[in-house]
Every structure is written in C-alpha cells, then in structure tokens.
C-alpha cells in the first residue's frame, strides 16, 4: 500500500506561496491553535473535507498546471507533521524538475532532518512572536525552535521569508518585528513579510480581541524592519 | 464600372450628410469615413459567384476595405532602411543623432497608409533606436523618447498602431516600459517579441509590470514567429505577423458560427457548405489584390515602393476566421450531443474544431494566390478579433467569454490546440486579479509554459486598468465612458470598444 498524505486542498496556480507561479498542496492539522488564524478548518487533525492521497494522486491533480509553474509549496496546516509525505512529494517534484518550497509555522526542528533539508529549496517561516510566554499565549506552543530555524535555514540559505501577521491588539507588534528582523539582518536573502491580520475566516470567539491595523501602523513597522536591518520588506 | 440603383446613391448621401453632422466625430474622423462613404459607391471589382449571398448573410466580410481598395490593407515598412538611406521623397537624410531619429520617423509616420489611415507598424523602436538612445544621458533620452509616445498618442489616433520590443534587452527598451507605465495612454499598441533563451527575466518582469499596468505590450512568442516567418517580421495592428518591407494587401474574414447556420449537421458542414465558402473567400481576396497590385496604381507611385520600404516580395494576404467555438457548438448539437460537449470544454468538441481548422487549413496550402509572394503564393491563416457589431461570435478561436474553463492551465492548453494555424496572428487576454500584480514572475512563469505549449501571443492584465486591450486592440476606459456619455473622443478605436464592450462583454472575462 502507498502512503498516503491527508490533504486539505490543491491550489494548481498560486501568485502569492513563494517565488513565480507555484502549485500549493495544503496538508491537514496544525499543532498550534493560533486565535487569529484565518483557516482554522485546517487545524484538526482529522477533518470531514480533507482527503487521503498518494503522491501519484496529488501530481495527477496538478496535471497539466505543472507546465505553468516553477515549484510547488507545501503548507498547511502545518506540513511538516506530516514529514515522510512530505518527503516523498518533495522527491517526486525534483524529479519533475520543480522547485521545492515549505511553508511552515516554524515548531519543526529542521536541523535535526538532513533528509528533508537536502530536499527542500526553501521555507518560508512564520514568526509569530519572538517573545516565548507571549508567543506560547498566542500559539499554545513555545517559539524556541522556531528562532532557532531562522538561523538553520538562513544559514543554508534556505530562508525565503519569514512572515508576521499584525494586530495591534494582538502582542507588543514593535518588539517582534523588531527583533525578528534583527534576526534576519544577517540573511541578505530572506524578505520580511508583514501580514495585515484581516478577520475573514477567524473563529468567531476571537474577533472583538483582534483588531486590524491602520496602514500607519504597518508603515512605521516596515520601517521599523528595514531600520533593523531586514533586506527587504513586503506588506500584504 | 457597374451603374447604381438611385436607392444606393440617396442611401449613401444620407450616410454622407450624418457624417458631415455627427456631433461625436471628430474632424479626422469624418474626413476619413467620408472617404470610405465614397468609394461604397464604387463597383469595380469582379465578385465570385457566390459572395453576394455570404455578404448578406454576414457570413463573409471585408471588414471596411472598401469596394475599390486604392492601397494595401496593412503596410509593414523597412524603417532599417530609412536609418541606413533616409528618403528621397521626403527629403530626410539619415539620422545622425536621437532628436534626428525621433523626427525622422515621426514625418515619415505620417506617409504610411492603411485600411484607417494610420501607419499599423512603427518599427521594432527598441533595436531601431538604441544606438541613438545609447549617446545620449538617460535623462535626456527619456524626455525625447517621452515627448515622442505624446506625440504618436495625440496624432496617430488610432490604436492599432503598433510598436515592437525585443527580444533583447536594452536601454531604450527599458525607458520606453517606464514612459508607458507613466503616460497610461492607449497609443501606440505595443508588443514584446519574447524568447526565453533571449530576453532575460527581469526585462521580461519589467515588460509584465508595464502590461499590468497598461495592457500593453503583449508578448509574441518570438521563436513560433521565426520558425514561420523568418527573422525578418514584425507584429501590426492587433496582433498580425507579417514580413517588414511588406505587410497584407487584404484581410478577408469567414463568420464560421454564422455559417455552421447554413448545415443541417457537420456532414453537410464539410462536404457541402465550408468548400463552398472558403472557396468563395480566397477568390474575393484574390480579387481584391489584383485589383491592388494591378489597377490601383499604388505599387508604381507610392514612394515606399519606389524607395524601397515596401515590395510586392514581402506581402501576402490574410484568411481571418471568426467564431469557432459557435460554429462547432452548433454543430455539436445538430449532430446530437448535448449542451456539455462544448468547445473548450470536451474533447470531442475541440477535436471537431482542429478538423475545421484541418480543412481551411489544408485549403490554403494547396490555394495559389498570384501575388502573396510574402508566403509562397498562398494567404496566411489569421485569427481575426471581431469588430465592434459582432454579436454571438467569439473572436477567432476563443473560448466565449462567460464560458471560461475553470482552470487558467486548462484555458491556455486549449488556446495552443489552435494557436499554429495563424501564423499572421491570433491571441488571448486574461484579466488577473490584485495578488498577481506584485509577483509579475508569477505572470512570467505562466507564459512560458503557454509558450512552450504552443500559445502564440497572450496579454495579462489588470481588470481595474484605465488602459484595456479590447480584443486586440487598445482604448482607455474613462474614454469609453466618456463616448458613451455622447461627447467626442479623440481616438477612433474608442469607438470600436464601446461597441465591443456592449455586444461582446469583453469587460466581462473571467479574472484568474
């Protein structure tokens, strides 16, 4: 019997999971539980609308998408508790001549998996957080690993981005941003995404604790980054 | 020359006098619709057999020749030539500096005719320019290069006046993507030849920002034209590849969803009435390029004959086709398959669709045309774009807009099962939403996929741009609202888009 990865759903062409036009395969469950996140369905573990797929069966559902694009991303969820597909669909997209992106929240010591390091061309990185009992507030979950990925990753230069989303209510936005993008200031290749935290999707007993931010805020945050040495700042 | 009917005569003097009255026509327009209202009354040429009967079915058009064509449909100058010799009949020596260059194709613009008028192809203006551009500071070459674009915008009315880029990268090319995402204006058209082994990727991002934000230039997949034409062509008016130093005498179009009408089932379709048709088409263009080449006089006097820039070698003619997808939708039925297994959407369809393209083409190949000397005595195949009073007919081999497959991939997969018949144009326009408007390698990715699958010639663009590409060619929104409104608008395409906007929803595309 193949293995089989639980697949919540396939994107043929994506303009905004990494470089150019990439196909993204979004895997269930999540060990964290984040109040703001904008999918929760993709938390559970187990899930109505999720499928199980072999590796076959998720390129089959890419098909001709693949002439189009120059990767694929795999996210989630958070796809790396689903290590071993990940490694067989990582192969598989080498072997079709694309490249191999992750998009993870980071809780995954990717230093002590060389087998999927090898594999992959590049993670982009959720830093939630950079202060650990805020971060295990917000996340359920300790930020330590993922700290110590950037420097993992930004090492091998296989940091593409990492990203924070943005409430003013949500954690002291200044000191994160700040700090991580002091973090990166060594990695000339790893951008700084800033996420406007948007309500859409989020769980209904989280939304009067969040607020969106002005673009004042996110402006003096993107200069805040760039001050601190990020080499480059997106803003979505 | 044939008499007229009195009715004929009054018809057209009453056309002549609400043109003379029109109060949203410019001067310019008037003067050049005048112009057309009078040689209407001509009746010079030798029709076939059966034209008649296909005119007034809408089945069979000339799209605004004229009945006494007095030049050729598209020119497609040597302007190669003019740096290297200048023009005698203009008095214009060769241009030694950028200002010398500028102004040197600005009055020579203005002497290159065709169906509206207006010069369709203004040179390939990156590789033509550069080495001006390259003495002078980039500050300087810019401003003259913008003062250059105001001027062609303001003066050559007409946006299917069309510039070339690439496939290199240059300096000129890069200031001109800058100017054009600055001005927003709707003239010239613009495409970029584009061949991945050639142009590097950030030159084709840089072309993608200024199509997302100008619909312009398109990308032409610059080695399908070579493999068909040579090196030596350029892209006029909407989209046609023809050869520099030539062009097309005429552009005749089959309305095939309009002739499906005329079949009782596919069978009769192929064995009856598309021969028929298509046979009456070749003799009408052919008619209309004697009349051209060996009445008109124009080949003897015009002075881009005499000089050089043009030769009879380096034209040919083009076979537009029009409605594909409604001529083999109503076939599907007539043939007892259902509403799903319809073109773009089932295979059986689509299979009946390269069989229609199959039989015009194979037509063509074996169809001597004494003059097309451009492309071995035969017309060039040509996905026409529909005019503005098109109704129920898909530009050349689309898909119907509102009938959009749901994946672009599938879209474009489907657009390169057709997009090698046209070898003098056809082309595809997918509006795509915000989130690819700052990743243009996202745009980059998905044409070079197209264009390794065999798509021909493709515009991104933004569906909130001011600037839109109608079907092929180009107007700015606030200008149609402006027309629609009922006050004058300076550029006669605006016209045609209104009308394309209103029967062809082509504001209506899906967004990807």
């Given at each position: 019997?193949?293995n089989?990865?639980?697949?919540?759903?396939?994107?043929?062409?994506?303009?905004?999971?990494?470089?150019?036009?990439?196909?993204?395969?979004?895997?269930?469950?999540?060990?964290?539980?984040?109040?703001?996140?904008?999918?929760?369905?993709?938390?559970a573990?187990?899930?109505?609308?999720?499928?199980?797929?072999?590796?076959?069966?998720?390129?089959?559902?890419?098909?001709?998408?693949?002439?189009?694009?120059r990767g694929?991303?795999?996210?989630?969820?958070?796809?790396?508790?689903?290590?071993?597909?990940?490694?067989?669909?990582?192969?598989?997209?080498?072997?079709?001549?694309?490249?191999?992106?992750?998009?993870?929240?980071?809780?995954?010591?990717?230093?002590?998996d060389?087998?999927?390091?090898?594999?992959?061309?590049?993670?982009?990185?959720?830093?939630?957080?950079?202060?650990?009992?805020?971060?295990?507030?917000?996340a359920?979950?300790?930020?330590?690993?993922?700290?110590?990925?950037?420097?993992?990753?930004?090492s091998?230069?296989?940091?593409?981005?990492?990203?924070?989303?943005?409430?003013p209510?949500?954690?002291?936005?200044?000191?994160?941003?700040?700090?991580?993008?002091?973090?990166?200031?060594?990695?000339?290749?790893?951008?700084?995404k800033?996420?406007?935290?948007?309500?859409?999707?989020?769980?209904?007993?989280?939304?009067?604790?969040l607020?969106t931010?002005?673009?004042a805020?996110?402006?003096?945050?993107?200069?805040?980054?760039l001050?601190n040495?990020?080499?480059s700042?997106?803003?979505? | 020359?044939?008499?007229?009917?009195?009715?004929?005569?009054?018809?057209?003097?009453?056309?002549?006098?609400?043109?003379?009255?029109s109060?949203?026509?410019?001067?310019e327009?008037?003067?050049?619709?005048?112009?057309?209202?009078?040689?209407?009354?001509?009746?010079?040429?030798?029709?076939?057999?059966?034209?008649?009967?296909?005119?007034?079915?809408?089945?069979?058009?000339?799209?605004?020749?004229?009945?006494?064509?007095?030049?050729?449909?598209?020119?497609?100058?040597?302007?190669?030539?003019?740096?290297?010799?200048?023009?005698?009949?203009l008095?214009?020596?060769?241009p030694?500096?950028?200002?010398?260059?500028?102004?040197?194709?600005?009055?020579?613009?203005?002497?290159?005719?065709?169906?509206?008028?207006?010069?369709?192809?203004?040179?390939?203006?990156d590789?033509?320019?550069?080495?001006?551009v390259?003495?002078?500071?980039?500050?300087?070459?810019?401003?003259?290069?913008r003062?250059?674009?105001?001027?062609?915008?303001r003066?050559?009315?007409?946006?299917?006046?069309?510039?070339?880029?690439?496939?290199?990268?240059?300096?000129?090319?890069?200031?001109?993507l800058?100017?054009?995402?600055?001005?927003?204006?709707?003239?010239?058209?613009?495409?970029?030849?584009y061949?991945?082994?050639?142009?590097p990727?950030?030159?084709a991002?840089?072309?993608?920002?200024?199509?997302?934000?100008?619909?312009?230039?398109?990308?032409?997949?610059?080695?399908?034209?070579?493999?068909?034409?040579?090196?030596?062509?350029?892209?006029?008016?909407?989209?046609?590849?023809?050869?520099?130093?030539?062009?097309?005498?005429?552009?005749?179009?089959?309305?095939?969803?309009?002739?499906?009408?005329?079949?009782?089932?596919?069978?009769?379709?192929?064995?009856r009435?598309?021969?028929?048709?298509?046979?009456?088409?070749?003799?009408?263009?052919?008619?209309?390029?004697?009349?051209?080449v060996?009445?008109?006089?124009?080949?003897e006097t015009?002075?881009?004959?005499?000089e050089?820039?043009?030769r009879?070698?380096n034209?040919?003619?083009?076979?537009?086709?029009?409605?594909?997808?409604?001529?083999?939708?109503d076939?599907?039925?007539?043939?007892?398959?259902?509403?799903?297994?319809?073109?773009?959407?089932s295979?059986?369809?689509d299979?009946?669709?390269?069989?229609?393209?199959?039989?015009?083409?194979?037509?063509?190949?074996?169809?001597?045309s004494e003059?097309?000397?451009?492309?071995g005595?035969?017309?060039?195949?040509?996905?026409?774009?529909?005019?503005?009073?098109?109704?129920?007919?898909?530009?050349?081999?689309?898909?119907?807009?509102?009938?959009?497959p749901?994946?672009?991939?599938?879209?474009?997969?489907?657009?390169?099962?057709?997009?090698h018949?046209?070898?003098?144009?056809?082309?595809?326009?997918?509006?795509?939403?915000?989130?690819?408007?700052?990743?243009?390698?996202f745009?980059?990715?998905?044409?070079?996929?197209?264009?390794?699958?065999?798509?021909?010639?493709?515009?991104?663009?933004?569906s909130?741009?001011?600037?839109?590409?109608?079907?092929g060619?180009?107007?700015?929104?606030s200008?149609?609202?402006?027309?629609d409104?009922?006050?004058?608008?300076?550029?006669?395409?605006?016209?045609?888009?209104?009308?394309?906007?209103?029967?062809?929803?082509?504001?209506e595309?899906?967004?990807?």
């Amino acid at each position: 019997m193949p293995n089989t990865a639980n697949v919540t759903k396939i994107i043929r062409f994506s303009a905004v999971d990494g470089p150019g036009n990439r196909a993204v395969i979004f895997l269930q469950g999540c060990n964290y539980n984040c109040s703001f996140c904008h999918n929760p369905e993709t938390i559970a573990q187990r899930s109505e609308t999720s499928r199980w797929m072999t590796c076959d069966e998720i390129f089959t559902e890419i098909g001709s998408g693949i002439k189009f694009v120059r990767g694929i991303t795999v996210s989630g969820g958070e796809c790396t508790l689903q290590r071993d597909m990940l490694i067989e669909i990582f192969t598989q997209a080498r072997q079709l001549g694309l490249t191999t992106y992750i998009d993870s929240n980071g809780s995954y010591d990717f230093s002590k998996d060389q087998e999927l390091l090898d594999l992959t061309d590049s993670v982009m990185l959720d830093v939630k957080c950079t202060d650990d009992s805020e971060h295990r507030r917000i996340a359920a979950f300790t930020n330590a690993i993922v700290l110590k990925n950037i420097d993992t990753l930004g090492s091998l230069d296989k940091l593409y981005e990492i990203r924070t989303v943005i409430s003013p209510t949500l954690m002291d936005c200044e000191q994160t941003v700040g700090e991580a993008a002091r973090r990166i200031s060594i990695y000339p290749n790893t951008r700084y995404k800033l996420i406007k935290y948007r309500p859409n999707g989020v769980r209904m007993q989280y939304i009067r604790d969040l607020k969106t931010p002005t673009p004042a805020l996110m402006s003096s945050l993107e200069t805040l980054a760039l001050e601190n040495g990020a080499a480059s700042v997106i803003i979505t | 020359m044939k008499p007229l009917d009195s009715k004929t005569v009054e018809n057209t003097r009453e056309r002549i006098l609400d043109t003379i009255t029109s109060v949203t026509l410019t001067h310019e327009q008037k003067v050049s619709n005048l112009s057309g209202l009078a040689v209407s009354l001509m009746d010079v040429l030798d029709l076939p057999e059966h034209y008649l009967y296909y005119k007034d079915k809408g089945i069979i058009c000339d799209l605004n020749e004229g009945n006494a064509p007095l030049r050729p449909r598209y020119i497609v100058p040597d302007y190669d030539l003019l740096f290297e010799k200048g023009c005698a009949f203009l008095k214009l020596s060769p241009p030694t500096d950028l200002q010398e260059a500028l102004n040197t194709l600005l009055i020579f613009y203005k002497h290159v005719p065709s169906v509206t008028n207006f010069p369709v192809y203004i040179g390939n203006l990156d590789t033509l320019l550069e080495p001006f551009v390259l003495k002078e500071s980039y500050e300087s070459a810019k401003k003259q290069l913008r003062l250059f674009l105001i001027h062609l915008d303001r003066t050559i009315t007409d946006a299917f006046c069309h510039a070339n880029l690439g496939p290199q990268a240059s300096v000129t090319g890069q200031i001109i993507l800058e100017l054009e995402r600055e001005l927003q204006d709707a003239v010239p058209n613009m495409s970029i030849k584009y061949d991945p082994a050639v142009t590097p990727d950030d030159y084709a991002e840089e072309a993608i920002k200024t199509m997302l934000a100008v619909s312009k230039p398109a990308f032409a997949n610059h080695p399908m034209f070579v493999s068909e034409l040579g090196e030596r062509y350029g892209i006029a008016s909407c989209y046609n590849g023809l050869l520099i130093g030539g062009g097309a005498y005429t552009l005749v179009r089959v309305l095939l969803g309009r002739l499906a009408q005329t079949a009782t089932d596919s069978k009769d379709f192929f064995e009856r009435v598309l021969p028929d048709c298509i046979e009456t088409m070749a003799s009408l263009m052919d008619e209309r390029i004697k009349f051209i080449v060996e009445d008109s006089n124009f080949f003897e006097t015009n002075f881009l004959a005499q000089e050089g820039f043009i030769r009879k070698d380096n034209f040919s003619a083009m076979f537009g086709i029009v409605g594909l997808a409604e001529c083999v939708n109503d076939l599907m039925l007539k043939d007892g398959y259902t509403h799903a297994d319809r073109y773009g959407h089932s295979e059986i369809a689509d299979n009946l669709g390269i069989k229609i393209m199959d039989t015009i083409d194979a037509f063509n190949s074996t169809h001597h045309s004494e003059y097309c000397y451009g492309s071995g005595q035969h017309h060039l195949l040509h996905g026409q774009v529909g005019i503005e009073t098109d109704s129920g007919q898909s530009p050349t081999v689309r898909i119907p807009i509102h009938d959009e497959p749901a994946e672009l991939s599938d879209h474009l997969l489907h657009a390169a099962k057709f997009h090698h018949y046209f070898p003098s144009g056809t082309g595809d326009i997918f509006p795509v939403e915000s989130t690819a408007l700052k990743n243009p390698s996202f745009i980059l990715d998905i044409i070079k996929g197209a264009f390794a699958s065999g798509c021909r010639y493709l515009t991104f663009e933004d569906s909130n741009a001011d600037v839109i590409r109608v079907t092929g060619y180009l107007a700015k929104r606030s200008e149609l609202e402006k027309l629609d409104g009922g006050d004058a608008v300076l550029q006669n395409t605006t016209y045609f888009g209104l009308g394309a906007a209103k029967e062809s929803k082509i504001l209506e595309r899906k967004p990807r």
